[in-house]
């Protein structure tokens, strides 16, 4: 049974950066029918199972990937997120590891800024590990399923489909995403980064 995660603060505590009403139906209406969505396949899965029947397959496989990873994105992204604004910055291990990776953390940013700006339509922009190549990436995830890398283990998830910003910025991504960095949670994407190393 999958259950949506707690949150560590309350909505009012993300404002003036992340609007209550907005945030209460990104979390209560949308996160939350995804993830009864997903129990529900997860229960026609069982079904199909003991009346040995896999004739709805492919149907039942394309929506527990578009809501299985919808969930796991959105309770991702929204541990990503807190009250307390900058109050923490990336350890200089990860830091190094950036400027490794990406010639330097200002290229970082601005890599990370036109994947943010620049996503077709419906997506999310995820900055993460790839294990197989031994590599930090950014990446551009359309819908919640496509372009998604197999062995990628995300560190900083930022939704940036129409519904987690457009009743507060309409149509302006680059206040949502300027306002949106005041409110993110570097703790957790250093502690994501530490457990690479611990499994």
Request: aromatic share 18%; no cysteine; net charge negative.
């Amino acid at each position: 049974m999958y259950t949506m995660i707690k949150l560590k603060y309350n909505y009012k505590d993300l404002e003036p950066y992340y609007n209550s009403d907005m945030f209460n139906y990104h979390y209560n209406v949308l996160y939350k029918g995804y993830t009864d969505n997903l129990n529900k396949i997860i229960n026609e899965f069982d079904v199909d199972r003991k009346n040995d029947n896999f004739n709805n397959i492919q149907s039942l496989s394309k929506r527990f990937s578009f809501n299985s990873n919808a969930y796991i994105l959105h309770s991702l992204f929204f541990e990503n997120l807190t009250p307390m604004p900058n109050k923490t910055l990336l350890s200089t291990e990860l830091v190094n590891h950036i400027k490794k990776d990406f010639v330097s953390y200002d290229a970082f940013i601005d890599e990370l800024n036109a994947a943010l700006l620049n996503i077709e339509g419906p997506g999310w922009v995820v900055f993460g590990y790839d294990k197989f190549l031994d590599k930090l990436l950014i990446i551009q995830i359309e819908k919640h399923q496509e372009l998604i890398l197999i062995d990628f283990i995300p560190l900083l998830v930022i939704d940036m489909w129409e519904h987690s910003y457009y009743l507060q910025y309409n149509t302006d991504k680059k206040e949502y995403i300027r306002n949106l960095f005041y409110i993110l949670d570097f703790e957790v994407v250093n502690n994501r980064y530490n457990n690479i190393y611990l499994t």
